[in-house]
């Protein structure tokens, strides 16, 4: 196992509550933007008296922003439970990448986040790529 260079342990430990109960509002957040993304899209397509007005590429349009949508908080989810995983592991608030501390002020305006800026950086150029 790692050894992980320590937070300033009482500065960490002191947010955790607060930092726990924001994962767990933003996750029931993600979870009914899901529910609601995927009841729409079990609709079905056009009604017939709007089909003409409406248009049957705009509605395809439409699915297709809603499907990117749904992905988008699919990904926060998974990210979320991820750091609750971390919590309950007694690894939160370090860099998966580089197990440095994640600066407290990141994990507040994120408490999902799984790395580093550095490290985020790093994996966003990679990504792009
Ligand atoms: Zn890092």
Request: charged share 35%; net charge negative.
């Amino acid at each position: 196992m790692a050894v992980f260079v320590r937070h300033a342990p009482s500065m960490l430990a002191e947010h955790l509550p607060e930092l726990r109960s924001a994962l767990e509002t933003y996750r029931a957040s993600a979870r009914s933007e899901i529910a609601d993304g995927e009841r729409e899209l079990a609709r079905p397509a056009v009604p017939e008296d709007e089909g003409i007005a409406h248009g049957a590429a705009a509605d395809l349009y439409d699915r297709e922003l809603r499907l990117t949508e749904i992905r988008r908080f699919k990904r926060e989810l998974y990210e979320i439970e991820a750091a609750l995983g971390r919590m309950r592991a007694g690894v939160y608030g370090f860099c998966v990448d580089c197990g440095r501390p994640i600066p407290l002020d990141r994990l507040v305006a994120r408490p999902q986040a799984p790395r580093d800026l550095d490290c985020a950086r790093h994996t966003e150029r990679e990504a792009a790529l």
